[in-house]
Each structure stands twice: as structure tokens, then as C-alpha cells.
Nanobody
Framework: QVQLVESGGGLVQPGGSLRLSCAAS????????MGWYRQAPGKQRELVAT????????NYADSVKGRFTLSRENAKNTVYLQMNSLKPEDTAVYYC?????????WGQGTQVTVSS
């Protein structure tokens, strides 16, 4: 079994910053992809950013490019999402996800609210 523990959500003013963390534990293959997705009220869950364990190649949604940065520490199976220049439309529940051969796991979600 795999567990994902997320932290770092909260309330921030427009233009502010937040840093989300997600730590994975359990039976995890060394070659995996970790990332963040988000779901705003009344909308479908969408990809924010992903990063692979081998080489650290990243993929970002167009809406966050240049503002969000995803990084990881492979030894800790932990990813960090640095979110800068936040906008009200970034408000959503953010979910961490890890995928590998034979496995696909989600975290419980953390709320990010961008409001003045």
C-alpha cells in the first residue's frame, strides 16, 4: 500500500506565494511519476504539473507555466510545488498523485484559496 501526505495549502492574497509538499511512502517503484492536479468547484480535475523520477523531466499546464515550479527529492519520494504570482482562478483543492507500473495513488487533497 502507498500513502501520500500533502501539506502547505491555505489562504493567500492575489500575487502571493504558497509551497505545497507531498511525501509518498510504502511500496513504490523507483521509476515513477509524481505530480499535482487540482479541482475547482463545479469543474473537472485537471493536471497542474508532473515530474518523473528519472532525470526530473517536468510537464506543466499552460495556465501555470512561468508561475509554478515542481521539484522532487527522489531519496524521500517527495515533491514540492512552488506557486508564485497566485491568481483567484488558482483556487481549488490540490491533489498529489504518484504513478508507476502497477500503481496509481492519490492524496486526500489540500485546499488552496486565493482571495483578497
Amino acid at each position: 500500500q502507498v500513502q501520500l501526505v500533502e501539506s502547505g495549502g491555505g489562504l493567500v492574497q492575489p500575487g502571493g506565494s504558497l509551497r505545497l509538499s507531498c511525501a509518498a511512502s510504502g511500496l513504490i517503484l523507483s521509476f515513477n511519476t509524481m505530480g499535482w492536479y487540482r479541482q475547482a468547484p463545479g469543474k473537472q480535475r485537471e493536471l497542474v504539473a508532473t515530474i518523473i523520477s528519472d532525470g526530473g523531466r517536468t510537464n506543466y499546464a499552460d495556465s501555470v507555466k512561468g508561475r509554478f515550479t515542481l521539484s522532487r527529492e527522489n531519496a524521500k519520494n517527495t515533491v514540492y510545488l512552488q506557486m508564485n504570482s497566485l491568481k483567484p482562478e488558482d483556487t481549488a483543492v490540490y491533489y498529489c498523485r504518484i504513478t508507476f507500473k502497477g500503481g496509481d495513488y492519490w492524496g486526500q487533497g489540500t485546499q488552496v484559496t486565493v482571495s483578497s
